[in-house]
């Protein structure tokens, strides 16, 4: 379990983080979102005491991170995978943390198998290519047996396989009721891992949800249909928890709460002709650029139609 409480950074004039509070808990994946600079990596890092909160607090477990006589065991956290000697072997990288907590050299064993790095476990660390570096990153922050995991972009450098191979170890550690937090700019990604998500922007937590609610937020699925006659259309489709909208004199009305087969069924009931029947459903990546956009820091022209 993380718990942030009025959590801030600042760096000079700039906040980074501006009291955010959260918890994530335990069982389950929870999605960290927002657009760069959103605050993400800050918040990660105060979470494992690489950075100190000029504000408020955050707890791993109930406690300050640097309270835990032994962290690995409690939070494995993947953060900057280039942060590895680049001389030293895989192998050797981890026997050196394993070392620091008493952890045995069977268990570096088995979590160089389990991230696929056998092969490669005995070369330099620096020759490594990006993806490999990620999966080594993973080994470590796993390798403690944490009831915590955190990682930020881990998925970042990994191909199809080596995605599909993160998926799995994050349900998993999951479904083994672990807590898992991580970072991710591959909405697309998120739907398919996460429980919960956490979207923030410019600091701030802009979103505390499930990626259903989220999509719901945005305004749900949405049918749009077409009639020759859109009164009595409306005046059939009404209900609890049915939006229809359409500009007067229009053939067209956009429905929401009805899913379209339910639309076509009651319009043929009542005779009436539909031209159109279309159902847009909006995606998680809609959702989140509708919820973000006033906290995107760098635009580019090309998707908002203006310079930054
Ligand atoms: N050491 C630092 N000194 C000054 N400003 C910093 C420092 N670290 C981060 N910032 C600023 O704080 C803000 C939040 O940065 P952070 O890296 O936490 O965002 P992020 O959400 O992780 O972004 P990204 O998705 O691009 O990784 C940014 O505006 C960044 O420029």
Redesign the pocket.
Known sequence: MIEARQLTKR?GD?V?VDGVDFTVRPGAVTGFL?P???????TMRMIIGLDAPTAGTVTVNGRRYAQHSAPLREVGALLEARSIHPGRSAFDHLMALAYTHGISRARVSEVIEMTGLQSVARKRAGAFSLGMGQRLGIAAAVLGDPQTVMLDEPVNGLDPEGVLWIRNLLTGLAAEGRTVFVSS?LMSEMALVADHLIIVGRGRVLADTTVRDLVLQAGGDTVVVATDDPAELRRVLVGPGVEITGHPGSEQLTVTGLPAREIGRKAAEHGLVLFELTAKTVSLEEAFMELTKESV?YHAASTTGRAA
């Open positions: 760096y700039k980074a927002g760069n600079g959103a605050g993400k990596s800050t700019h820091e």
